[in-house]
């Protein structure tokens, strides 16, 4: 058999599989429209978004899959499938901090796929009071960078915050320096968010140490501003570059490799247990002689693993200070329950934000 007649043949069979597989999407598609009038039938305000079941779905994809196609892109291509079913049962309203172009856009569309309605918004604030008022169902916020730490503004919106966490979203960052003009020689000026200054500064140093660095509200607000000001440039995404038509002068800026920010998906529901998750929350210790370690005593006693943990002014008093921590587990776990319950007991306060599963790709 020729060459010309081998491809056929695998281009006859390619078309086979994709009749299949758009056949099989489509069912797929029915069964989530008749999940909607199941769900509907029994609660008129039923959520149609589920995390923890997206997530365990997603795992097993993962789980089972066999290549020649890697574990992530498999996930992708289902997290896309999923997002357009769903889309069928209740079109999902995400706000996200904007504007248009951010690393942020790119998380919430990374946790939801592309078939939401994705609305930019000014500050976290804003994401916030726009979730909490039924004006989106979901929100995505930045929490904290590999390399920078903690997003104080997120944390300090928990406190008084009733929305909980139900997802987390990890994505590699890569910082392009993106311009209107050719040459590293004519930059002048790089504007950027204070974060992104900070993860190129080596770079910057080195390569542009004649340039003024400017702050900017965004990424994609200093995008904007090097599009209109000549001799100018800025530090950006690859969507911003798309979106304001900007050439990449230089790929992946970042001073560190592994460079990743982590956010958070906020809602007014909370996730049941997946299988892989982890619980976030908030306390303050009495005002006594080594208060702290006698509230993380009861994590240790049951042994449960705590990652993370970060102090804020609880804006209550001078020196008054409350502490986020993150553990591995679910809160309905007994025994996370019942460490939260001895760990109650010693707090002045505690405030359980949310149980959710780990971020899946």
Known sequence: MGGQDKLRQLRDKIDALDLQIQELINQRAAAAREVATVKLDEDKDAFFYRPEREAAILKQVQKRNTGPMGDEDMARLFREIMSACLALEQPLKVAYLGPEGTFTQSAALKHFGHSILAVPLAAISDVFRDVGSGAAQYGVVPVENSTEGVINHTLDMFIQSP???????????????????????????????????????????????????????????????????????????????????????????????????????????????????KTSFLCATRNVAGGLGALLK???????????????????????????????????????????????????MLKILGSYPNAVL
Not at 305 to 324: A, C, H, K, L
């Open 163 to 277: 929305l909980f966490i139900c997802g987390e979203v990890s994505l590699r960052i890569h910082h392009h320096l993106l311009s209107m003009e050719s040459e590293l020689s004519q930059i002048k000026r790089v504007f950027s968010h204070q974060q992104s200054l900070a993860q190129c500064r080596l770079w910057l140093d080195r390569n542009l140490p004649q340039a003024e660095q400017i702050t900017a509200g965004s990424n994609a607000e200093a995008a904007r501003l090097a599009r209109s000001e000549p001799r100018s440039a800025a530090i950006a995404s690859e969507m911003a570059a798309e979106l304001y038509q900007l050439k990449g002068l230089a790929r992946n800026i970042e001073d560190q490799p592994d460079n990743t920010t982590r956010f958070l998906v906020i809602g007014r529901q909370k996730a049941l247990p997946s299988g892989d998750d």
């Open 298 to 348: 009861p994590l240790a006693e049951h042994g449960i693993s705590m990652t993370r943990i970060e102090s804020r002014p609880s804006r209550q008093g001078n020196w008054d200070y409350v502490f986020f921590i993150d553990i591995e587990g679910h809160q309905d776990d007994p025994k996370i329950r019942k460490a939260l319950d001895d760990l109650q007991d010693k707090a002045r």
